[in-house]
């Protein structure tokens, strides 16, 4: 029968595709796991979670939602690009030159973070306001109108650059 043959294979690379997400959570991160969500509230209110913000907690983070997806399991994209955006504004500090050490202060990388997760945030939703909004609420702790501002300031900005990105895809 052709149609058991068909489904047996797609049974198989949903099977294969779904394991291929859980070992990046499993055995390299086990902080990736989850939505994120609840990682990005942690952090923006100044709890310091070991390794979560780190770049590698962010690409296995990356590659187990894309293999989730490709598995067809129920997976949604919001929780993740609102912890990769949480990992990767907090890992810009690493360009600032040493120099500048009041810019490279934990204070400063809690607020990138909050950068990130507003653009994670605006991004997912397409909605700048929702972005500001989530780092609004969740970052409340340690608010300024200076965050405020820096926060609406990268949610438009990637907005744009999806913008443009869906104008050249399509």
Do not use: H
């Amino acid at each position: 029968d052709m149609s058991g043959s068909v489904y047996g294979k797609y049974l198989g690379f949903s099977v294969l595709f779904a394991l291929l997400s859980f070992l990046p959570v499993a055995y390299i991160r086990p902080v990736a796991a989850g939505s994120g969500i609840a990682e990005a509230k942690a952090v923006l209110n100044g709890i310091q979670i070991p390794r979560c913000t780190e770049l590698i907690s962010a690409a296995c983070k990356g590659v187990s939602v894309i293999f989730a997806v490709v598995s067809t399991l129920p997976a949604g994209l919001e929780g993740p690009l609102i912890f990769i955006g949480m990992a990767l504004g907090e890992n810009i500090y690493r360009l600032i030159p040493r120099k500048y050490a009041e810019l490279r202060s934990w204070r400063m990388r809690r607020d990138l973070a909050a950068i990130g997760t507003a653009a994670g945030v605006a991004v997912a939703f397409v909605s700048p306001i929702g972005g500001i909004l989530f780092a609004a609420e969740e970052g409340a702790s340690y608010l300024t109108s200076r965050l405020l501002s820096q926060c609406f300031c990268a949610a438009i900005t990637v907005i744009i650059f999806d913008y443009f990105y869906s104008i050249i895809e399509s």
